[in-house]
């Protein structure tokens, strides 16, 4: 069998826990298995660069920033080969420039576009662990890039499709997806089965286990997941495309505070207006979520929407540079907000989830500032205050811990 899994950063955070992998995945070669091995930096390595950056420069240059972020997994792949060879195993250690992950030239957010994986079969057909920097890959001018958050998830993924891996491991700090944050939420439950879209949806709302890229990738190239814990030995949660919890009317609970809303006040009520806005953020990669237009007074309308916080500031100053473009008279921010989301594909064949949802929210006296929905999910906007108790409140509403 060839395996692929996929350590975070709290997994090889020091020492003992890189020999703890190292032992783990040792099993599983010894059985004759092929193994492929992809790391994050060492346990917080990347803010602490993130923050060296930040000393020289308030606002360093994404090229640069990349080029130094990838050092961090240079030295997780290393040190994991040393492992290796200290129990007798033959390993080998690849960036991304080695295995070639070729992406495109977004700096801190490239995609992948395809792996050559020429190197990497040659690796395993000489019975070699392959250990692989996650979180990044080469652009067209040999420049390495960076993934974006959970960059390495979607690493382990792409390198599972282009082989034909006959499993795909990501391991973390918890052992599988729960109905919502343990730590938040003390009576979740662990789901034995999510299917992709509601793991899509989980992952796009806030809840971290698995990256939502990574989720995008695997259901487009059929690729199952098994989500597990580095520290235990407990199952895990697998990831497929029809998993068994049509019992379950609502499969989790997520809470997403890296968020801000925006309010574009005041603009004219014609065609064309809403584009020119989101057209302006979609050319600098700035992702939009919840929107609600409201018309106003004297033929004028709001629009408002929210963004990921860490697209805040850039957002603002996008719209205030264009704001007689946009027609608008102001445009103004909030930022202690929180999305709070359940999903669940229970909810296509059962009305008033909805009501339940609002109805719990509003029995535990927190204000909704806006809703969205699709087909599996519905998500609030509240106070970031509320958010720990607005999750406890909806899980307990739908029993779940039951």
């Known amino acids: ?151 390495s998830d979607t690493t382990a993924v792409a390198l599972a499709a282009a082989l034909h891996a006959d499993a795909c491991e990501i391991y973390t700090d918890v052992d599988g997806v729960y109905t919502a944050d343990p730590r938040v939420v003390p009576g979740a439950l662990k789901l034995k089965e999510v299917s992709y879209d509601e793991m899509l949806e989980l992952a796009s709302l806030g809840a971290k286990v698995l990256h939502n890229r990574s989720v995008e990738m695997a259901k487009k190239y059929g690729v199952q997941l098994v989500v597990l814990s580095s520290l235990t030995e407990e199952p895990g949660t697998v990831v497929k495309e029809n998993a068994r919890v049509e019992r379950m009317l609502i499969s989790g609970v997520a809470a997403d505070k890296n968020t801000a809303r925006i309010s574009v006040i005041g603009v004219k009520n014609e065609p064309g207006i809403a584009f020119k806005i989101f057209n302006i953020l979609a050319r600098n990669h700035i992702n939009v979520d919840i929107i609600i237009q409201s018309v106003g007074r004297e033929d004028r309308k709001d629009i408002s929407f929210t963004v990921a916080r860490t697209d805040l500031q850039e957002a603002m100053t996008l719209l205030n540079e264009n704001k007689a473009a946009i027609t608008a008279q102001d445009v103004t921010c909030e930022q202690d907000v929180a999305k709070i989301s359940i999903v669940g594909a229970g909810m296509l064949s059962n009305p008033g989830v909805a009501a339940k949802m609002f109805e719990a929210l509003y029995a535990a006296n927190i204000n909704i500032k806006m809703i969205a929905t699709s087909e599996i999910r519905i998500t609030v906007l509240i106070d970031e205050i509320d958010a720990n108790r607005a999750v406890r409140t909806v899980h307990d509403a739908f029993r779940m811990g039951d």
Do not use: W
Request: proline share 3%; with cysteine; aromatic share 4%.
């Open 1 to 151: 069998m060839l395996i692929v899994k996929k350590f975070g950063g709290s997994s090889v955070a020091d020492k003992e826990r890189i020999f703890h992998v190292a032992k783990r995945c040792a099993k599983d070669y010894r059985e004759g298995n092929q193994l492929i091995i992809v790391l994050s930096a060492m346990g917080k390595t990347t803010d602490g660069l993130i923050e060296k950056a930040h000393e020289i420069d308030p606002n360093p240059p994404k090229r640069e920033l990349d080029m130094l972020l990838t050092t961090g997994e240079q030295v997780s792949v290393a040190l994991m080969a040393m492992a290796f060879h200290v129990l007798g195993i033959p390993a080998v250690s690849l960036n991304a420039a080695q295995v070639a992950m070729h992406t495109t030239s977004v700096y801190g957010a490239a995609k992948l576009k395809r792996i050559d994986t020429e190197r990497i079969r040659h690796e395993l057909d000489s019975r070699r662990v392959v250990i692989i920097t996650g979180f990044q890959g080469v652009n067209k001018y040999e420049d390495l890039t960076t993934l974006g958050r959970g960059g």
